[in-house]
């Protein structure tokens, strides 16, 4: 397969998070992996969903750590 037909589909970019807030860094590298993982799904964990989630991050509320 060559790299222009890579496919992620099967791979979910998760970023885990215990503190409260937009996470902006947070966000920033989910998305710097999805460019790399085209096709991967993105997940961030934290306690409160960011009030400016990026559009393509999914959100999963958890305890905080």
Known sequence: MSE???NFNDITIVHI????????EAQNAILKSG???????MLL???KKPRTLHQ?????????L
């Open 4 to 6: 222009n037909n890579l």
């Open 17 to 24: 998070d215990g503190r409260y807030g937009d996470l902006i």
């Open 35 to 41: 460019i790399e993982l085209p096709g991967a799904k």
């Open 45 to 47: 964990l934290s306690p």
């Open 56 to 64: 393509s991050i999914a959100h999963e509320s958890i305890a905080p």
